[in-house]
């Protein structure tokens, strides 16, 4: 699929749900019962009738049947459809046929919605600390945030922190290691980077502002013509599965190693009064799916990466990593943003200082197995 196609498609999908809602609300959502595909908190314990079918509003941050991303809670609807033999029946609404792609945390914490998948780093403008639950630049991988996360305290910061706004998150898939970004000129040195105009969100965006970049948000439907057309130097995506779908390698032939976003983690978060009112059973079952989406999400962008990059290896780019002195730039930019962040908010603070001493053991543990592995291998 080109660009041009893949971006028509997901769009005219997106439309064409929201056309529905003029004749009925229901037909907003995309319907998988139809297609068979445990909390600690005890405020979240209320006994209700198991039996009871129950559905679930759930709108997410992208257009319907979006690879990896889409589908992948698109195949959460349907496995908790099928383990709950139907009691649950979770609605769909794509990006913009409920509510706006970046409105979902509102909704979902006024009770608009029942549940949203998203990416955390988006609610940092509610609080610095929610976008290290997604991940911080030159920090964890996918596997070390979710070790982190499960036996390390992370998740319970989490829900502590959103139970704030009335929501239960629960980890909702990983983009795994991301690249750095597409490039209509080379980066030679620092130098190149002052002034340099990037489409870059969350942390690292505010460390590349510190290196002298000027970051941009864009929504995704807008990167490649201000690429195209010099509005944009430069953007970062994710990785080569999802960005030869958006055909930054036409316009920007220079692709960079990345180390902004090494592991990030989605959500699958539930209006926390909502979720409080399902059976145990129910509680469980949402458990487990989104356990399995945590982690086939991941395991799919790393299949469909190692595939992409054969197809951009015949491609006319070039595959680089960004110089020394940008990368040491970018580690002293991340402890100013840190600093800085930590003195402001005591939230940050505090997250980050978990991150910090989980991180500093996995360093050490990385060096004396996985590192030494890999020079090897």
Not at 60 to 77: Q, Y
Request: aromatic residues 12%; neutral net charge.
């Amino acid at each position: 699929m080109n660009r041009r196609e893949f971006i028509t498609s997901t769009t005219t999908a997106s439309c064409a749900v929201a056309l529905g809602a003029c004749n009925d609300s229901d037909r907003q959502a995309i319907d998988y019962s139809k297609h068979p595909g445990k909390s600690t908190d005890k405020s979240l314990h209320v006994n209700v009738n198991k039996n009871k079918k129950t559905t679930i509003k759930l709108a997410t941050s992208w257009p319907a049947h979006f690879p990896i991303m889409g589908t992948g809670v698109e195949k959460f609807a349907s496995r908790v459809n099928t383990i709950s033999s139907g009691s649950l029946e979770i609605k769909l609404y794509p990006k913009n046929t409920l509510v706006p792609a970046l409105a979902v945390f509102d909704a979902c914490s006024s009770g608009q919605i029942d549940a949203f998948h998203s990416g955390p780093y988006y609610w940092k403008g509610k609080n610095s600390a929610f976008s290290l639950f997604s991940g911080l630049p030159f920090g964890f991988t996918a596997e070390e945030i979710n070790s982190w996360m499960l036996f390390g305290g992370g998740l319970d910061l989490w829900r502590e922190q959103y139970a704030k706004y009335n929501l239960h998150p629960f980890m909702g898939g990983n983009t795994n290691i991301q690249m750095g970004g597409w490039y209509r000129k080379p980066i030679e040195s620092l130098a190149d980077m002052q002034g340099l105009k990037m489409r870059i969100p969350g942390l690292g965006g505010e460390v590349f502002s510190k290196m002298g970049v000027n970051p941009i948000l864009l929504p995704a439907g807008e990167i490649y013509t201000s690429l195209e057309r010099g509005v944009i130097d430069a953007t970062e995506w994710v990785g080569p599965a999802l960005d030869i779908k958006m055909g930054f390698h036409k316009v920007a032939p220079y692709y960079y190693s990345g180390w902004h976003e090494p592991g990030s983690i989605l959500e699958l978060t539930f209006n926390k009064q909502f979720f409080s009112k399902l059976s145990l059973e129910q509680q469980a079952m949402i458990e487990v799916a989104s356990s399995e989406i945590n982690s086939n999400m991941t395991y799919e962008f790393h299949a469909q990466n190692i595939q992409a990059l054969q197809e951009l290896k015949n491609m006319n780019i070039s595959i680089l990593e960004y110089p020394s002195d940008v990368i040491e730039a970018g580690k002293i930019a991340l402890k100013e943003v840190v600093s800085d962040l930590s003195s402001k908010n005591r939230d940050f603070e505090k997250v980050y200082e978990s991150i910090d001493k989980h991180l500093s053991l996995s360093k050490e543990w990385s060096d004396a197995s996985l590192k030494y592995f890999l020079n090897n291998r």
